[in-house]
């Protein structure tokens, strides 16, 4: 059937019967209005003006816009179309007398009119399907594109693959290479109908003999109606085995090749059994004969380039994991870099890392409280983490012995007031025996014993003296955790003075001694903790000068505050509240917990849990940190995670 005319019943059309049955016309007489309308091919109502009453122009202007095209014969005082029918309804119109060859030129250019509607129709809809299938492939290819996470990415690929094509399954295989050449593996599958039958990742050989292996080789996409009927002099072949296991029947195969930008395979995605509608199941043999149809070249047009953007992706997916392993060993250098220089904290900055990381995963399932509507995204959880193992990086710009300072003096200085109490009481001793000799010499053994006596006892307890100096030297070396210590007694014994050997007055305690002895809280003095805390500044200075990528654009800022504190007494902008990030805020619980309870630091013995913890909670009702976090922290025992690889 090539072009179909409908007219009404009572209309001969013997006159042009057989010129119309020369153009391939098939002719169709109709009882009324309803039985109008286009099949798809041109088709020409031929109405005669007893029957055009019956047809109301909207009606006809339907059948026009579907592709039909009007003929109207004129009544005898017509010399024009009525006015009732414009002229986009009526294709041709034929004055009285409706001579055959007239009416057979009228109907034929008529056709050419519809034949022109349908082509027009259809180029519609073939534009309109290739638009909707750009917009899909532009909408898969940025789906693509912003995946971060591999294994999602590959899941992305096959199923986008396999709701295209209206597929069954899909399968992934990705070109690899080792010491013996190159291979497949056997990456990710999806089937739609028969979702429980495990998948085991396998590695196979690169061999022509397998589908996936031919397409990887020759680099060409391979259709085939029913992988069961292969002719028989190609390479490769169909393994049942799978199908006989599950009763499957693997039937329509597509299997395209994944290209990169050098035109290289790096993997082959596969198709399995096209459906007539996508959500179908195939269970029985009978839905297999009643859904799956062929792939066309259509589809393996548009699965090329899906397969060309995924492999673009994987390569972006793959790069971009190698760009953060890089990363992430520049940072663990870093870390190793800080804790080479202070051995004594090894490990703290990953402690402080993990801990953070937990209180945030905890505030992001907090149901109540100040912080239930807090959500931290997955990359927002990365930049807490590296924060946190960068956030000491700028210790590398303090003097060593500052950082690694155990007590109050420095070694070398505590050796001096050592020696110096050596030297005192020696000169004592010698004292002791040169004032006996005079005695025995000038008096002899006359009231020698009383006098020795009474010399003894002063002696002794000069004695007792110094080496109450030397010990109370010694305690007020070692540093405290909270402000505490009295040093009257300390400064009683700095205004006692000595003879050197010139016989010159020398204090049992210069002044920088004293100032470094009578330290309340921990071993520095105030402009050694100024060079300390100046590991902040060096730390958010070093940080800004990386090139952050977006998502971890605030890792300096997070880590610049961690020692600040809510109400303005912190290091080093005293910034208060809401001028402290939350991220930045989390960390420093973390940061003060491990300095109190690691059992690395020389300065100070660990303090246990319970009692850090009280520590925490003083500076929490001082107003220094946040008290929602803290009971977070404490609640969820975030504390317990200090331990896990930073």
Not at 137 to 142: E, H, K, S, Y
């Amino acid at each position: 059937m090539k072009f179909v005319l409908l007219h009404p019943a009572s209309y001969d059309t013997t006159a042009i019967a057989d010129a119309l049955a020369a153009e391939l016309v098939t002719i169709r007489p109709i009882d009324s209005p309803e039985q109008v309308h286009a099949e798809g091919v041109p088709t020409v109502l031929l109405l005669d003006p007893p029957s055009r009453p019956a047809y109301h122009p909207d009606s006809l202007k339907r059948f026009v816009d579907a592709g039909g095209a009007v003929v109207l014969l004129g009544a005898p005082d017509e010399a024009d179309p009525p006015e009732q029918f414009p002229d986009q309804v009526v294709a041709a119109f034929v004055p009285f007398p409706h001579t055959p060859r007239f009416l057979f030129l009228s109907l034929r250019a008529a056709y050419r009119a519809a034949a022109a509607r349908i082509d027009a129709m259809r180029a519609r809809k073939d534009l309109a399907t290739r638009t909707r299938e750009i917009q899909e492939l532009t909408r898969i290819g940025m789906a693509l594109t912003t995946e971060r996470d591999y294994n999602a990415l590959l899941e992305q690929i096959i199923t986008q693959a396999r709701i295209i094509t209206s597929s069954d399954a899909c399968s992934l295989y990705l070109v690899q290479e080792d010491e013996k050449g190159k291979f497949l593996r056997f990456k990710l599958t999806e089937g739609f109908s028969r979702p429980d039958i495990p998948f085991v990742e396998m590695r196979m050989p690169m061999s022509p003999e397998s589908l996936a292996g031919y397409v990887a080789i020759e680099g060409q996409p391979l259709v085939i109606d029913d992988v069961y009927f292969l002719p028989p002099d190609v390479a490769y072949s169909f393994n049942r085995s799978f199908d006989q296991k599950y009763g499957y029947r693997s039937k329509s195969m597509m299997t395209i090749p994944m290209k990169d930008h050098k035109d290289e395979v790096i993997g082959v995605l596969q198709l399995i059994n096209r459906k007539r509608q996508l959500e179908a199941r195939l269970l029985e043999q009978d839905d297999f004969d009643a859904q799956v149809i062929p792939y066309t070249p259509r589809l393996v047009e548009l699965v090329s380039a899906l397969a060309g953007q995924a492999a673009v992706s994987i390569e972006n997916s793959q790069l971009y994991e190698d760009i953060e392993r890089l990363f992430e060993g520049f940072v663990r250098a870093a870390v190793t870099a800080i804790e080479q220089r202070d051995p004594t904290t090894f490990g703290h900055s990953g402690r402080v890392a993990s801990m953070t990381v937990a209180l945030a995963e905890t505030v992001d399932r907090a149901p109540t409280g100040m912080y239930r509507h807090t959500k931290f995204t997955r990359d927002e959880i990365r930049e807490i983490r590296y924060a946190g193992l960068l956030h000491d990086f700028g210790k590398v710009g303090v003097r060593e012995q500052v950082l690694v300072k155990a007590k109050k003096l420095y070694p070398p200085d505590l050796s001096v007031v050592k020696h110096r109490y050596a030297f005192v009481r020696r000169t004592a001793e010698a004292e002791f025996h040169r004032q006996r000799a005079e005695y025995l010499e000038q008096h002899g053994r006359e009231g020698y014993e009383e006098f020795a006596k009474a010399l003894r006892e002063q002696n002794e307890q000069g004695m007792a003296d110094l080496d109450r100096f030397v010990k109370l030297v010694l305690d007020s070396n070692e540093p405290t955790v909270l402000p505490e210590g009295s040093f009257e007694e300390l400064i009683a014994f700095a205004d006692r003075y000595y003879k050197d050997l010139e016989g010159k007055d020398q204090p049992y305690l210069t002044d920088d001694e004293v100032r470094f002895l009578t330290i309340r809280k921990g071993s520095l003095d105030d402009s050694e903790r100024l060079e300390i805390e100046s590991h902040v500044t060096h730390t958010y200075r070093f940080l800004t000068q990386i090139p952050w990528t977006k998502e971890l654009q605030f890792i300096p800022q997070i880590a610049y505050g961690h020692h600040e504190k809510l109400n303005g007494v912190g290091y080093p902008r005293k910034v208060r509240g809401d001028q402290i990030p939350i991220q930045t805020r989390m960390m420093t619980i973390s940061d003060i917990f491990d300095a109190l309870t690691a059992s690395d630091r020389p300065y100070k013995r660990a303090v246990p849990v319970d009692r850090a913890i009280g520590i925490l909670s003083s500076e929490v009702e001082g107003g220094m940190l946040d008290t929602d976090l803290f009971n977070l922290f404490v609640e969820a025992k975030v504390y317990e995670r200090r331990d896990e690889a930073g």
